[in-house]
């Protein structure tokens, strides 16, 4: 820590996903043969019509700075894309596309938060809405869930954590890192304790959306008494592999929608144009064509569980959707592996790294001690040679 930093960054934990592919990348250049499973990355490339599309994007001359929330016919893609898809009607002024979801989050935070204001994360939650959420003077209230419910929250254990000071809730469905997904039954619950609390802002994280093997995906905003309070985030990285061309959107109250704007317009400005004009084609195809790569996860998804099934002492819920398993590893805390004292998640999850040379990620970062996530957004051969290493490790 640096006294002639802000206090801000100095506060701020370094994103646990990217330094754990950060420190992978490094062993690599050692000549240390790493398998990556830590970041929530796709390994397949961007769709080719996509890619023709940015192709003649940059033949057409695209290279202007761009309407700081989005080109409009991006705009009416989207709108298109949300009535198609989630049964959501929105008007060009709800809409504000920014450079990947994780800027809509932080936009919403810094728009949305004061000082001391609560921001309810059901955890386990994806690394950056708590730190996200402290940058903008928000306080994380974590809303503990257990394995055996599926790591979902229920309406009683909501109600409970919410205070006078809250004013928003952050989740995922489906959920990184747990891979939970909400049914509609479930959310309306959630929605029926909400209702008497006005004053909190749902923030819908639906960027794994197309990646959910339950067949069926609902957003919050879809009930009529949660749409005038909810944001939807969304983004084409996972479901067309584009994580690097950095496109995220939101459907958002018009007054919200107009302070990310605001807030954006200072900061960054529009976001790429190639990538906007390239997304377009993306989300104006049938979600069909994307299918191939869902199936491949269906599949991986059922071979990582199987191997991880043979490896002592790690406990699994059945993932829905996303590209992640958030196995309870606390069976080895208090235990020495060669040598290797375990205590912790992190603990064990550096021990996987040095002694099996396989990347994961903690899940203390995650708002969940007792896990790990491991990503499988992997090659089948790179999930199978990971999960033998694993298991060498430790048996
Ligand atoms: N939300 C969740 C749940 C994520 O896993 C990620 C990771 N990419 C993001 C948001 C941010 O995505 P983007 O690449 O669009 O910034
Ligand atoms: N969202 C991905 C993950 O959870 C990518 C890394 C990041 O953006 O933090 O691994």
Known sequence: MNPNLSKRINAMATSATLAMAAKARELREEGKDIIGLSLGEPDFNVPEFVKDAAIEAVKENYHSYTPVDGYGDLKNAIITKFKRDNDLI???NQ?????GAKQSLANLAMVLLNEGDEVLLPAPYWVSYSDISKLA???PVEIPTSIE????????S???????????MIYSSPCNPSGSVY?????RALADVLIDYPEIIVISDEIYEHINFTGQHTSMAVFEDMYNRTVVVNGVSK????????IGYIGAPDWIARACNKMQGQ???GANCIAQQATITALESSPEKIKYMIDAFKERRKLILGLIAEIPGFKTNQPQGAFYVFPDISYYFGKIIKGTTINTASDFSMYLLEKANVATVTGEAFGNPNCIRISYAASEEAITEACKRIKKALV
């Open 239 to 246: 479901a067309y592999s584009m994580t690097g061309w950095r």
């Open 158 to 168: 909501l109600k409970a954590s919410i205070s006078s000071k809250t004013k928003m």
């Open 90 to 92: 929105y008007t060009p």
């Open 183 to 187: 049914s509609r039954e479930e959310l």
């Open 137 to 139: 003077g928000g306080v």
């Open 149 to 156: 419910s599926d790591f979902k929250i229920t309406p009683k």
């Open 267 to 269: 900061i960054t400005s």
């Open 95 to 99: 809409i504000v596309v920014s450079t």
